[in-house]
């Protein structure tokens, strides 16, 4: 089992204290780390802050609108995906290529299979 990290451009639409460059697509690193939480995937923003939550609830979210605690994940049209995120700062919306989240997706399940989820994943 290794470390699935990977590179991807999003949209911050944000009230909370992040960096922001307008309209402009930022870095974002989304990370899986098997080792440390084989159900959990992890996206860091710009400025450190990041958020651990559900892999099964970024791969529901790619579907239908799908959230848990200070995350929610829905899709947006027919190549969009937002990722929204709670906290005491304020709320971060994140909107991404859902291509770049399932491809991401794909890894971790490559990494470690959890039983039937990664057939959701060839639609």
Do not use: N
Not at 10 to 23: K, M, S
Not at 39 to 46: D, F, G, T
Not at 55 to 66: F, K, N, V
Not at 92 to 97: A, I, K, M, P, R
Request: charged content about 25%.
């Amino acid at each position: 089992m290794s470390v699935v990290e990977q590179y991807a451009r999003a949209h911050i639409v944000t009230d909370a204290d992040l960096p922001r460059e307008g309209d402009e697509a930022v870095p974002v690193i989304l990370r899986y780390d098997p080792e440390t939480d084989p159900r959990s995937v992890l996206i860091r923003l710009p400025g450190a802050h990041e958020w651990t939550f559900s892999r099964s609830l970024l791969e529901q979210g790619l579907r239908a609108p799908a959230g848990s605690g200070a995350v929610r994940v829905w899709p947006c049209g027919r190549v969009q995906a937002v990722v929204e995120f709670h906290s005491a700062e304020g709320v971060s919306v994140v909107q991404f290529d859902a291509k770049a989240l399932l491809r991401f997706l794909r890894r971790t399940y490559m990494a470690t299979p959890v039983r039937s989820s990664a057939a959701h994943l060839q639609q």
